[in-house]
């Protein structure tokens, strides 16, 4: 142990913090010593000291069954009184009919495609993540990584190492106890009238509580992972709930039970210091959604208060005013999406006066979300993607944020946000038909700039969208974030060209963890082959490297921007990224080497639809549907790297595949740049060159570096003005006006 760096810690703490983490520290201690003696165990009788009996006449009647030891009869009164209620969740079982019907019309292949899906499950094969066709079980067993073939070990809730790479990948672990496939079960059984899918359910929900008892082992260990449990859990209540007096099992009773013991779990471990982030308002998710469906149960109203206080101060603490999430990880802010779009359907059902601050932050989310994505509804691998996703109710890759674009949509009123139109998912997702549809043509979403967040996003209107990255390096440790400061990625006709690399995975391999982290496994520039900075753990960081925009605009036919960050000091690296909506994308990487030569790398990772050939600095790119299209760059040497390490791309957690990275290199000493161009279509790639033309300093300080471009049958001279003098403390660039002496365009 780290006495002194504990000691550093404790000291900073406030005196809430403090307190707060004193009361865990003693609940762990005597649940640790409860369960040496005598572990908990499962009991049925608790379920009348669970229940509201001022819920319904049913719930009652319910508890007075319970207590004359007839779960069975108290099951079978929970079923019908879940059947006929006014719920508060999306799904309703009320609406079964109605539902089915508007799916069957809209989608004629829809039972055949949830038939497809299930069977799978009931046959013990899933898709986990990146992995496909994992044989898991029927039931699965639930302590273990099918994958890697490891299995954690059992204890209780806090002693269990699951960042451990010998006890499996936690990851893998936690996807099929989230038991969001119930919900394709569901689906399946509403619309084919299949029994079996209803059998499989219960069968996998009593298996899991046998195997996994009270505080027992990993799947008490991730509070975030309780609270995605216990919303599938209420999914299933809404699906499974009709029948229930044909039952011979009291699943309802059982069920009922664990949710609540989970959830007070979770309310007595949210993760307010330990992972103030997704975790933090995924659980506050999980604690208000769930409670507001289920005021059955007696602890509801305490606990849907709990969560929604957190909720609305996570808001402000995770969501940046332009509407992106402080992790700058676009896999997580999508995730934060679907958190505040849930929450907001479930407080307008309950009537909660929170409404419109859940509203809010959901309505800048999915504006934000919306920008992020390209006009397909995919999105860039910037920073960490784990794959998990809040609703599953299909095979979607975990990119695709369209389904939530389409949610958002309905949710908050704007067809704007709509990429294509609803997918049967929508329908489930929402438990209605959406309210409005897509209007992608009659607004088509703009080039935008986050200052809070420090993007660029430019769009043009052939399917071009670049995402240049000067913002800051995560969030709080910056524990999903990577060492991409002023990276790019970039989309050429509606095609995914520059890439960033993924995630592969967060444990079980730390060289592929860090190498996917590293900057040159992202489209930026490195000097002397040193990352901008170094990790520490999958979670951590040595150092850090803050990005920040010394300018940004949009205006009408281009979009520009410039950035520098620190970690090779103050203004040694700044990039100029200009994007021609009629030509295409200017990157300068202007470096300022000193008196010392230096070796300056700028990296090109392509989407691995890309194969790449070199001539003359010029990159000829081939996709895989004949389109063709060119890159040129002034570096003195320009190659197709060779080493396979760093020429793989992980679209999704635990996949990788095999990619082409080009390398741009020129060294030098003093100030010099490397300047890349990237046509906006394959008519301007033949032929292709950049040349750079004499710099200039002008009376006024800036150093005026101009390009001559040849793209086709045009030719362009493109100067771009850089400050000559040391950039201000504050990260202010001197006067005169930088819109009006950036950039000009012969």
């Not at 106890?177 to 929900?205: K, S, V």
């Not at 095979?395 to 609803?422: F, H, I, K, Q, W």
Request: proline letters at 5%.
């Amino acid at each position: 142990m780290n006495r002194p760096g504990v000691l550093a810690r404790v000291a900073a703490m406030d005196r809430d913090e403090l307190r707060v983490r004193l009361i865990e520290a003693m609940r762990k201690y005597a649940g640790r010593v409860e369960y040496s003696i005598r572990p908990p165990q499962w009991s049925r009788g608790r379920i009348t000291r669970i229940l509201d009996r001022g819920a319904g006449p049913e719930v009652a009647r319910a508890i007075d069954a319970a207590r004359r030891g007839d779960y069975l009869g108290a099951h079978r009164a929970l079923g019908a009184h879940f059947e006929s209620r006014a719920s508060r969740w999306p799904l309703q079982a009320a609406r079964r009919r109605a539902l089915v019907d508007e799916i069957l019309q809209t989608f004629p292949h829809a039972a055949a495609d949830a038939r497809r899906l299930a069977d799978r499950i009931l046959e013990g094969r899933h898709d986990l993540l990146g992995y496909r066709d994992v044989a898991i079980g029927n039931p699965p067993d639930w302590h273990a990584d099918p994958v890697h073939h490891r299995r954690t070990p059992a204890g209780f809730w806090s002693e269990v190492r699951y960042l451990d790479p010998a006890n499996g990948d936690h990851k893998v672990i936690w996807e099929t106890n989230r038991h969001q496939y119930f919900c394709l079960l569901g689906a399946a059984g509403w619309l084919t009238g299949d029994r079996r899918y209803r059998d499989g359910f219960i069968r996998h929900l009593e298996d899991w509580l046998h195997a996994n008892p009270p505080l027992h082992g990993v799947n008490w260990s991730s509070m975030l992972e309780l609270a995605f449990r216990a919303m599938s859990w209420t999914w299933a209540i809404e699906f499974f709930c009709d029948g229930a007096a044909q039952d011979e099992t009291p699943w309802l009773v059982d069920l009922l039970i664990g949710l609540d013991r989970q959830l007070t779990h979770v309310s007595h471990n949210l993760s307010r210091y330990f992972s103030p982030n997704t975790h933090l308002s995924g659980e506050a998710l999980g604690l208000y959604a769930v409670s507001c469906a289920l005021p059955e149960l007696r602890q509801s109203h305490a606990r849907s208060a709990l969560g929604r206080d957190v909720l609305v101060r996570q808001a402000a603490a995770q969501v940046h005013p332009d509407g992106g999430h402080a992790e700058l990880s676009a896999h997580y802010h999508r995730y934060s999406t679907d958190f505040y779009l849930l929450a907001t359907m479930v407080a307008r059902a309950s009537g909660e006066a929170a409404t419109d601050t859940l509203e809010a932050c959901a309505r800048r989310q999915s504006a934000y979300l919306r920008t992020l994505a390209d006009d397909e509804g995919r999105l860039p691998l910037i920073g960490d993607d784990d794959g998990g996703q809040l609703f599953r109710f299909g095979d979607r890759s975990p990119a695709d944020a369209s389904v939530s674009l389409s949610v958002a949509a309905s949710v908050l009123c704007d067809g704007s946000l709509g990429v294509r139109p609803p997918s049967s998912e929508v329908f489930w997702i929402l438990g209605k038909r959406p309210d409005v549809g897509v209007r992608v043509a009659a607004l088509r979403w703009p080039s935008r700039v986050f200052r809070d967040t420090g993007y660029l996003v430019s769009r043009t209107p052939d399917g071009g969208h670049l995402i240049f990255d000067a913002g800051r390096h995560g969030f709080l440790n910056g524990g999903h974030a990577h060492a991409d400061a002023l990276g790019v990625v970039l989309t050429v006709g509606g095609e995914p060209l520059l890439v960033d690399p993924g995630t592969a995975t967060y444990t079980m391999d730390r060289e592929v963890r860090d190498r996917f982290r590293s900057s040159r496994m992202h489209n930026t520039l490195v000097l002397d082959e040193r990352d901008h900075c170094e990790p520490r753990g999958p979670f951590h960081w040595d150092s850090r490297a803050d990005s920040r925009f010394l300018t940004a605009f949009s205006a009408p036919g281009r979009d520009f921007a410039v950035g520098t960050h620190d970690a090779y000091g103050s203004g040694r690296h700044l990039r100029a990224v200009l994007a021609l909506h009629d030509l295409g994308w200017l990157i300068v990487d202007r470096v300022a080497a000193g008196d010392s030569a230096v070796a300056a790398d700028t990296w090109w990772h392509l989407h691995p639809s890309w194969r790449a050939s070199v001539r003359d600095g010029t990159v000829a790119l081939r996709h895989s549907s004949g389109v063709r299209l060119g890159l040129a760059s002034t570096a003195s040497e320009v190659a197709v790297v060779d080493d396979p390490r760093l020429c793989e791309f992980a679209p999704e957690y635990g996949r990788v595949d095999s990619s082409t990275t080009l390398r741009a290199r020129q060294r030098g000493a003093g100030a010099f740049a490397i300047a890349t161009f990237i046509p906006a279509s394959g008519a301007l790639s033949q032929p292709l060159a950049i040349v750079e033309a004499p710099v200039t300093v002008d009376a006024q300080g800036w150093e005026r570096r101009a390009f001559d471009i040849h793209a086709g049958r045009l030719e362009r001279r493109i100067e771009v003005a850089f400050p000559a003098v040391k950039i201000q403390p504050d990260g202010s660039w001197p006067q005169p006006c930088i819109e009006e002496l950036n950039v000009c365009v012969e």
